[in-house]
């Protein structure tokens, strides 16, 4: 697509009435004489679902740092039980503290760096909830064993 004085025009600069128009799956099986799980899928609909969507990298940089908390230690744990024996197994355990070490090398470039405050903002609350409910449980535990 071009302009008037013959630049380039992205789609994203295109004017509003060049741009194809979200149509809801009812409106547009109306419009076709159809019901809506025969209209084929365009993806107009999924337009909010976009990787440059706000919201996007915050929830994905939160909840992969819930899962970098509680999947990924366990998982190395696993895995190196399974591979080598118990003594080099906990001995070579404390590495998985380097993966911790992935949001601060994310924060450097300015692409990642919302990802990355939203990942360490989940590992962080999420060891916080996990380190306080086990506080509390073990206060009850011991304020019910006296």
Known sequence: ??????????????????RPRAVAPADRAGQAGQTGAEVPD?????????????????????YTGLVTVIV???????????????????????????VFAIPLALLVPERTRRFARYML???????LVVVLVAAVTLFFLVRADR
């Not at 365009?42 to 939160?62: C, I, K, N, Q």
């Not at 003594?87 to 380097?98: D, G, I, K, N, W």
């Not at 903002?121 to 060891?127: E, I, K, N, S, Y």
């Open 1 to 18: 697509m071009s302009s008037d004085d013959g630049s380039a025009v992205t789609a994203r600069e295109a004017p509003s009435a060049e």
């Open 42 to 62: 365009s993806g107009a609909e999924r337009g909010w679902w976009r990787r440059d969507h706000p919201t996007f990298s915050a929830l994905l940089g939160f």
């Open 72 to 98: 990924l230690p366990g998982g190395f744990a696993a895995l190196l039980a399974a591979l080598v024996s118990s003594e080099r197994a906990s001995s070579l355990y404390p590495f998985v503290l380097v």
């Open 121 to 127: 903002l989940g590992t962080v609350l999420t060891a």
